[in-house]
Every structure is written in C-alpha cells, then in structure tokens.
C-alpha cells in the first residue's frame, strides 16, 4: 500500500546568535531573580534596635569619654585616645579640645557606632545650638565667639544651683567682665584640680594654673564641661541686675547680691546651716551642694568656710 509522501523531519539547530540571545536571557533571569530574591530575604532579618547613650548636662569631656568607652564595651582610655585622629568639627580656638562642645543629649548607639562617629555628632550638634538664631545673635551682641558663649555657658552650668538661676549667674559674670573683676569662681578652680568640691580653700585659689579666675581675669581658656542649651541662651541673654556676687545657703536657695555686705550675711546664713547639719550626722547636710562665688575671702574667714 503506497504510503503518503512526508518531507524529510529537520533537527532544530541554534545558530551562534540565538545560542548567545539564550545565554544572555538565562543570565538575566538569574539576575532578576538575585535582585527580587535579595528584599524577599532582608525582609526576614530582624532590624537591629538602637541602645540609648545619655550624656547629662555639666559632665566634663573624661567623663563623656568614660561613658562611650562603656557602651560600646571597649577597653578604657579608647574612646580619649581617637579624639586625635577623629577629624572633629572644632573651632580653631579649641585647638582639637573638644571640651565643652561633647553637647549633652541621648544618642542612639548600635553595633556600628565608633568613639569617633559618637563624639563627632555630639560636636555637630554643639555647633548646631551655638549657631541657633537666639544664641548666635545673642553672642554677637556681648560681642562674644561661639567659643567664648561655650565657654561661659560651661561655667553657668557648673554654678547654677538650678536652671532658674542660670540667667542670675550669667548676670554675675557679664558684670565681673566688664568690672574687670576677676571671675573668682570655684568651679573654674575645681577643673584645674580634676575634682568637683565647694570646700575651696585659700591656698587654693593661689594657685598658678590658667583656669584659677581667682587670680586671672577674664574667662578661663576653654569651656569647662559640657553645656546645655539653657546654659547657651543664659550666657547670651543674662537676667537684668547688678548683681557681683552669689552663694547657694541651701539647695534651691541661692542668694545674689550686689555689695560684698551683704553677700557676707548670706555666707554666714550658709556656714550657720552647715554646721547646724554637721553636728546632726543623720540629717542631710544643707550646705553640701552650697557655693559661694565671686568674692575675696574676709581676713577672719575659717580656712573650711567657702568664702571668696
């Protein structure tokens, strides 16, 4: 039986272009699928959730260092040690010291963060708040550096019992400056003696060190700790009054005053309540957290009466 005449059947063959058109389709599918397969997995990894580094206001710059070092669990005297190689935004008055501009706030921490990265957004957000509107103008106005209102705000932070009496004590200063009365505060003196006390004594403050403002006039040459911005503005902006001289008789009591007079009474009313709290050890001492600033020492004042 004649069979039905078929064409002879032909393999299908590739030539060189649809081999390589088929090779560079198969890469590409691969690489979708890379590039649609990589936000797939991501999604499945948990995000790391940021630690928290407080930096409270007042804390001088070892202590900040101290703190990063902690946090981030590295071998004590690290952080201190990159501030050199950190390439930190400092002013050039600060000669790479960044005292006074480590700004006091909470700063997310992760596994990635570095001393260097840590301490360079603090000075960021320093030069952030000097350079707000209020306290640029502020400073321009007293005729003042960024530095110098860092500076200045530094030693408000140190002596102001509380924030209420931060514009009193920016006060007391401005007028000291322009007296040409030396600063005489205590807490310029206890930075030059890494300590923090009220118990000045007179040998103390005859010193020879560049930040006793007892016997240099003018501010000290560098900020002292780590200001806040109401110390800034403070510093900027002083409470209006004629106020030279100032002492804390007890927490949330500081009294200012304009004559060395009367400034003498109040000391009196704080060494009367200091002694009152010593003879009684189980209550709490008033006149702990007292001081007493801006003021020569009397001749018959006890070595132990914090008296200048």
């Known amino acids: ?137 502020g400073g321009r106005a007293h005729g003042m550096t960024p530095y110098q209102t860092a500076t200045l705000a530094s030693i408000i932070e140190a002596e102001a019992d509380n924030p209420a009496d931060m514009g009193k004590v920016a006060r007391v200063v401005h007028n000291r400056l322009a007296k040409s009365m030396p600063l005489q505060m205590d807490s310029t003196l206890n930075y030059a003696l890494n300590r923090n006390t009220v118990d000045t004594k007179a040998g103390d403050t005859r010193i020879d060190h560049p930040f006793n403002t007892y016997e240099r006039q003018g501010l000290p040459p560098t900020p002292i700790d780590s200001p806040g911005l109401q110390a800034m503005a403070a510093a900027v902006a002083p409470t209006p009054g004629d106020w030279l001289f100032f002492v804390t008789v007890k927490p949330g009591d500081t009294r200012f005053s304009a004559t060395y007079e009367e400034h003498r009474k109040h000391v009196a009313e704080f060494n009367r309540l200091r002694a009152a709290a010593a003879a009684t050890p189980t209550a709490p001492a008033p006149g702990k957290q007292a001081r007493a600033q801006a003021g020569p020492p009397p001749k018959a004042a006890s070595p132990a009466a914090p008296v200048k």
Do not use: C
């Open 1 to 137: 039986m004649p069979h039905a005449y078929q064409p002879p059947q032909r393999r299908s063959r590739l030539t060189r272009r649809g081999r390589l058109l088929l090779l560079f389709t198969a890469l590409l599918g691969i690489g979708l699928g890379v590039t649609f397969l990589g936000p797939l997995l991501s999604r499945t990894e948990t995000p790391e959730k940021p630690r928290h580094l407080l930096i409270p206001e007042g804390w001088r710059a070892p202590q900040v260092y101290a703190a990063i070092d902690k946090e981030l669990r590295l071998p004590a005297g690290t952080t201190a040690s990159s501030v050199a190689t950190a390439g930190l935004p400092l002013p050039p008055e600060a000669h790479g010291n960044p005292e006074g501009y480590l700004f006091p706030a909470t700063y997310p921490v992760t596994s990635k963060s570095t001393p260097g990265a840590l301490l360079a957004t603090m000075v960021q957000t320093a030069n952030q708040k000097l350079a707000t509107k209020a306290v640029a103008d």
